[in-house]
C-alpha cells in the first residue's frame, strides 16, 4: 500500500483536492479497492461492492462539501455524508474481519485511518464558517437584471 504525499501545512486550500481530509480519503478507497481484491469471489455484489462504494462514497462528499461552501448548512450536510460513509466503511471492514477476509492487524489499520479521517471531518465541521461565505471562483453569473427605471 503506497503511501499519498499529505499536505500538511496548507495555509489556503485553492480545492478541494487540497484538502487533508479529501487525500486521505483517497488514499483510504484505493486501499480498500487492493484489499478487496482478495476477498472471495461469491462476495463481489455484496461485501465487496458495498465496501467499495462506501470508501468512495467519502471523498465525493468531501468533493461536494467543498463545492457547496457558499452555504454553511449544505457544507455541513455534505461532510455528515461524508462522516456517515466513513462509518459504514468501517461497518464493512469489521463483517470483513469476522468472516475472516481481513486479519485483525488490517481491520486494526482501516480503524485508524477512518477514526482519524473522521476526526478532520468533525474539525470541518466544527469550523464551517472558516470554509464558507467566500464565493467560488469558478461560479457563473449572469449580468444584473434592471428592475428599476429612471423615470424623472
Given at each position: 500500500m503506497s503511501e499519498m504525499p499529505y499536505q500538511s501545512a496548507l495555509s489556503h486550500a485553492q480545492g478541494f483536492a487540497d484538502l487533508l481530509a479529501y487525500q486521505i480519503a483517497l488514499q483510504m478507497q484505493q486501499e480498500v479497492f487492493e484489499i478487496?481484491?482478495?476477498?472471495?469471489?461469491?462476495?463481489?455484489?455484496?461485501?465487496?461492492?458495498?465496501?467499495?462504494?462506501?470508501?468512495?462514497?467519502?471523498?465525493?462528499?468531501?468533493?461536494e462539501a467543498w463545492a457547496k461552501r457558499r452555504y454553511e448548512a449544505h457544507f455541513i450536510s455534505k461532510l455528515t455524508d461524508a462522516d456517515s460513509e466513513c462509518l459504514e466503511t468501517l461497518h464493512w471492514i469489521e463483517t470483513a474481519r469476522r468472516c475472516r477476509y481481513l486479519a485483525d492487524e488490517q481491520?486494526?489499520?482501516?480503524?485508524?485511518?477512518?477514526?482519524?479521517?473522521?476526526?478532520?471531518?468533525?474539525?470541518?465541521?466544527?469550523?464551517?464558517?472558516?470554509?464558507?461565505?467566500?464565493?467560488?471562483?469558478?461560479?457563473?453569473?449572469?449580468?444584473?437584471?434592471?428592475?428599476?427605471?429612471?423615470?424623472?
Open positions: 478487496t481484491r482478495k476477498f472471495p469471489r461469491e462476495e463481489m455484489y455484496s461485501l465487496t461492492d458495498q465496501i467499495r462504494r462506501s470508501s468512495r462514497s467519502v471523498g465525493a462528499q468531501i468533493a481491520a486494526a489499520h482501516f480503524a485508524g485511518q477512518y477514526d482519524r479521517l473522521g476526526r478532520l471531518i468533525a474539525g470541518m465541521i466544527a469550523k464551517a464558517s472558516a470554509f464558507c461565505g467566500k464565493p467560488s471562483t469558478r461560479q457563473i453569473r449572469e449580468t444584473a437584471a434592471e428592475y428599476f427605471t429612471n423615470n424623472e
